[in-house]
């Protein structure tokens, strides 16, 4: 009788918990909806082909976002195309060819804590590191190394200064342990046993690693790759820090241009009186959408080119 009782008590709780879920989880999704919906509402009316192509203006109904947008597209794909590769490649080292000694166990801990640590923080260190370069080239207008012509593509200026360059290397400081985490968490879920079928038949570690291990882990590192730029996509914070300008009305033309992005246009309208700049803000936030939308398109594209059975 007791069993019976226990028993049922237990079911009982199971599908109290499962119902509890299931409320947070609509709820969530529910609030998300309205937010989207009342953006999309509010953003609608001001949302055209002028809008996308127009540069800032004091005016709400001339501004437009061409400048923040072509910003946000130059930092983020600079940002992925140097911190997905160092941070495969970090954790791969980690994972699959380092030994587990003292130092190894300090790095890791140490990529954990920075996992953590406020955007803010990293805007500070790329403001000392990237646009700056610990002053070692002095710190007057005219100090510093230039290459190039400027209005080039390939001009290039040491130290960076408030650059799209230094923004897009800020941000890989922000993501750079979150990929390198993700990245781990899949190499670590691949069984031990594929690395051990490939040993055994003679493969070295690389070729297991670069024919084995990586092509099945591929759907992991993706997806922590896509959380990694939808947070860089985002931010705000490190940028403001940089120096990235909140009025501009040139896109950028090379990576020592001047740059803003969608983020720090959407906050400058949305603080403004104007109720124009309020609907010009909304329609903003629906554009920095479309693109999240679009680079987690693309990412999710190459996961499934990428992926292989693991049989």
Known sequence: ???????????????AFLWLCL???????????ILVVSILWQGWGTLDWDFL?????????????????WGSVWVCAICGLVALPL??????????????TRFTRIVQTNILNLAGVPSIVYGILGLTAFARMFGAFGSGADAGIELGDPESLFYLRLPFGSSVLAGGLTLMLVILPIVIISTQEALRAIPPSLRAGALA?????????WGMTLPAAVPGIMTGSILAMSRAIGESAPLLVVGSALFLLATPNNLMSDFSVLPLQIFNWAQRPQAGFHDLAAS????????????NGVAVFIRQKLQKPLL
């Open 284 to 295: 903003a936030i629906v554009v920095q959408l479309v693109v999240l939308l679009a680079f």
């Open 1 to 15: 009788m007791a069993a019976a009782r226990s028993a049922s008590t237990r079911l009982f709780q199971n599908r």
């Open 53 to 69: 192509r127009s540069t800032a203006s004091r005016k709400p109904e001339n501004a437009g976002i061409i400048v923040p947008l």
């Open 23 to 33: 409320l947070a989880t609509n709820l969530a999704v529910l609030a998300l909806a």
């Open 201 to 209: 038949l003679g493969a070295t570690t690389w070729q297991t690693v």
């Open 87 to 100: 941070g495969v490649g970090t954790a791969i080292y980690l994972e699959e060819f380092a030994r587990r």
